[in-house]
Structures are given as C-alpha cells and as structure tokens.
C-alpha cells in the first residue's frame, strides 16, 4: 500500500513539474530575449554552460538547484517567487470580515430579521451589492450593515456607506410602496487596536459620520427595537462573538 502512494505522489508530481519547468523556461527565454542575451552570454554571467541554459528554456530544467535559477532571475533583473499556495485548512484571508458577517446575521434573525449577503441593489450592476443586508417585511425595514474588518478610506467608504442606503430605500419602496417604512445603515466595526485608535484619533470626523445613537444601533439589532433616524457605528468584538456600543469621546 505504501508502494503505491509513493508511486502514485512521484508521478502526480513529475506531471506538475513539468507543467511549471515549462513555463519558467517559456519565462526565462522571453526575459532573456528581450534584454538581447545570447544563451551563451546569459550562461556566462550566471556560471552555467549554454547546453545548461538551451535545457532549461525547453522546460528541461528539473536538475538546477535553486540557487541557480536564482542567479538567472538576478542577471535577467527579474523576482523568482516560489512559495505555497494558501493552506486550504487555513483561515481565509477575509476571516475577520466574515466573522462579522455571520455575527451580525445570526443577531438578526434572533430578532426576527432575514439576512442576506452581498444583496444587489441594481440588477444592471451586479457589482453594487449591500455587504450585510436585514430585511423584516412585517416591520417593513431593511438595515444596511457595512462590515469592517479593518477600516480603510474613511470617506470614500462612507461615500458608498450612503450610496447603498439610497439604493436600499429604492428597494424598500418598490417592495412596500409609499406605505411607511424604515431603513437605517449601520457600521459594524471589528474593535482592533488599529480600528480603535483611528476612530479614536478622528473622533469629530466619525461623529459627523456616524451621527445616530451607537446604543440605539445596538438595541436594534440586539433586540428588534425601531432603527435610529441617522447613521450609526458599532463595535463587534475581535473574536466576533458579539456586539458592543461605540462610547463617543469628543476633544474639548
């Protein structure tokens, strides 16, 4: 049986092999050209023969260490990069963001909300979506919720922050009619230390941003309770377990 799997991992892995010889020789033939090199003159400066080099353009380059390949990306003035890809038994890369995705979910639908993720707002434009979308067609309201897992762009993002609450007060119109509703929107911010001392840092600048009640905010999406008139900010925990309100702190 283990005769097998090690048959059976060598020859998976020749055949990778040569898919990736072929296409650094392909890479380093091009480069080479391109700089007007001889292969002769590109073994020359990197210690290897000519023959050496004609192998490893025609994908044949199996038995260069990697310290010569690295010495040919150096002369051809070109970033070797040989690394692993992402362990898929690893944490995502947007782990955080969807830590809060899944947090302020599952806080709505305790309150009666029906979540949704990514909703569009234009079918034309499928591009434009609401990050975290609660709709609760009893109550006729939908909240906007933008997740942060690291805030960047202030205002390029709240500018887009109050495009989406346009767009979702659109939708909520097509749905329900003139008849009243409510829609808010609502910053979910992951509480880092980086996060914090920037709202901590511009604390004028969020509160012009984010105007309505941080404990309003909480209540609503905690408890059903009605939306805030105005834009809020709350904090979700690092390890994305729960909700916290955000304690303004104005400079005198």
Known sequence: MATRIRT???????RANRGQLARLGA?????????RLTQAQLGGRVGLSQSVISRAERGLGGGLTLDAWQRIAIALQITLRVSLQRDPLGETADAGHLAIQELVLRTGRATGYRGLVELPTKPAEPWRSIDAALVDDTRRRIVVVECWNTIGDVGAAARTSARKLAEAADLATARWGTASHQVGLCWVVRATAGNRALVSRYPEVFAARFPGSSSGWLRALTAGTDLPREPGLVWSSVDGSHLVAWRRRTRA
Not at 8 to 14: F, G, I, S, V
């Open 27 to 35: 890479d380093m033939r091009t480069a080479r050209l391109r700089r």
């Open 8 to 14: 059976r991992l060598h020859l998976d892995a020749l």
